[in-house]
């Protein structure tokens, strides 16, 4: 497990915003999780001090991620050494506020190391409030995904072991659908499922339109409290549509 402190997702199978950023990205009353359209997590972050941040990603991560907290304006500059997950994690937790006191824990393991930041981040303003967790999002039309992850303990998720039961989900956009379970960043169960194809002056094609791609599948992959698990559904040409994908677990 990556982390980090103190510096910086049917036919053929085959098996294998200003948003506020609240207090993680599940709901803590149950056993839900749902990431709809442009709420793939790139980098989840908590913040260390008292006074809320403001997070700007604009021009859709080409050029700067301004974080603004206390009247201190911090840039990091995306595309020249920021350019995966692992470098905007290093760059996030080596923010500091007037007084020098770091300004956010940061959680990578709801993507993976290499997944690009440049030009794949969603463009918006988010809030993080004194002590909260929060997240910033890939956009689905650049990165073809729709994604939800499952905080370990130690990075604001539930304190409990738990299964993965059930993943389910309406994936919009066009082309080849795979869903991926990655725990730790490893693909721990996986499914490919071919879009439907659909007739054109006769001619069949398949992949070429817009279309739904709904999924509904029972799983048994035991989480423990200890373990960051993400679930991914990637489409073969896009996933700028509305949509999104679920998770249901059972604590232990």
Do not use: H
């Not at 260390?48 to 700007?56: P, Q």
């Amino acid at each position: 497990m990556q982390k980090f402190r103190n510096i910086l997702a049917c036919v053929l199978v085959a098996v294998m915003v200003i948003p506020a950023l609240g207090d993680g990205v599940y709901d803590k009353s149950g056993s839900s999780y749902w990431g709809a359209k442009d709420e793939t997590p790139c980098v989840r972050l908590k913040s260390l001090i008292n006074d809320s941040t403001t997070i700007r990603i604009a021009s859709n991560g080409y050029g700067n991620a301004t974080f603004t907290s206390a009247g201190i304006v911090n840039n990091i500059n995306l595309g020249t050494a920021v350019t995966n997950v692992d470098d905007f994690v290093g760059y996030i937790v080596a923010l500091t506020n007037a007084s020098g006191r770091q300004l956010f824990e940061a959680d990578g393991d709801c993507a993976l190391a290499a997944d690009q930041v440049f030009g794949k981040l969603l463009s918006t303003s988010y809030t993080v409030q004194a002590g909260k967790w929060g997240t910033i999002y890939f956009q689905g039309l650049s990165n073809k995904t729709y994604g939800v992850s499952i905080p370990s303990r130690d990075n604001g998720g539930p304190a409990n072991d738990k299964v993965l039961r059930k993943l389910n989900g309406s994936l919009g956009g066009t082309g080849v659908v795979t869903v991926a379970v990655y725990v730790e960043r490893e693909v721990k169960w996986q499914k490919t499922v071919q879009s439907p194809a659909y007739t054109s002056i006769g001619l069949v094609s398949s992949n070429a339109t817009a279309n739904l791609v709904n999924i509904d599948y029972d799983v048994e992959i035991p989480i423990g409290r200890a373990s960051d698990v993400f679930i991914r559904a990637t489409r073969g040409t896009d996933a700028n549509a509305p949509g999104g994908i679920g998770a249901t677990v059972e604590f232990k």
